[in-house]
Nanobody, 116 residues
Framework: QVQLVESGGGLVQAGGSLRLSCVAS????????MGWYRQAPGKQRELVAG???????NYADSVKGRFTISRDNAKNTVYLQMNSLKPEDTAVYYC??????????WGQGTQVTVSS
């Protein structure tokens, strides 16, 4: 059974930083590509950052230069370091991986709120 458990969200002032963590179980983590998505109220869920099993990252244009995705295969954990946060970064952030036939697995989400 695949489980993704996020943590690290919270309330922060604009310009501040947060680090999100996602611990995965039920998968061979070292072989899995992982992603962070977010969903703001009234908006569609969007990809924020992804990282391949080889460690290659990709980012949405809106977060390039501010967010960094990384992984620790020994801990089955993927991280999202978020710096220079803006109010428009406010959203629920979800960890994601894909299984067989591109089935999406999601964590429960962690709320990030950036005050101006």
């Amino acid at each position: 059974q695949v489980q993704l458990v996020e943590s690290g969200g919270g309330l922060v002032q604009a310009g501040g930083s947060l680090r999100l963590s996602c611990v995965a179980s039920g998968i061979i983590f070292s072989l899995a590509s992982m992603g962070w998505y977010r969903q703001a109220p009234g908006k569609q869920r969007e990809l924020v950052a992804g990282i391949t099993n080889g460690g290659s990252p990709n980012y949405a244009d809106s977060v390039k230069g501010r967010f960094t995705i990384s992984r620790d295969n020994a801990k089955n954990t993927v991280y999202l370091q978020m710096n220079s946060l803006k109010p428009e970064d406010t959203a629920v952030y979800y960890c994601n991986t894909k299984g067989a036939r591109n089935f999406d697995y999601w964590g429960q989400g962690t709320q990030v709120t950036v005050s101006s």
